[in-house]
């Protein structure tokens, strides 16, 4: 085989391969999509919201009336 086509035929599986995982890859993360969606609703469901913490009003003139 000549050294340019074994070249041309070097390059087309390398990109081909590319593509190939690129596509596996796709198409896992488009199957583990829903388990995940599932896996983070359970996830947010169990934790209970905090309460925000109560500020006192302050002004400047209660800071320097304490200072």
Known sequence: ???FIELI??????ISAFFLV????FL????LAP??????KLMFSKVSPTA???QKE???KDFSRKH
């Open 1 to 3: 085989m000549p050294p």
């Open 9 to 14: 035929v070097i390059i087309v599986v390398m």
């Open 22 to 25: 690129f596509l596996g890859m």
């Open 28 to 31: 896992l993360a488009l199957f």
């Open 35 to 40: 388990i995940e969606r599932g896996i983070t």
């Open 52 to 54: 925000p913490i109560p």
């Open 58 to 60: 302050s002004s400047f």
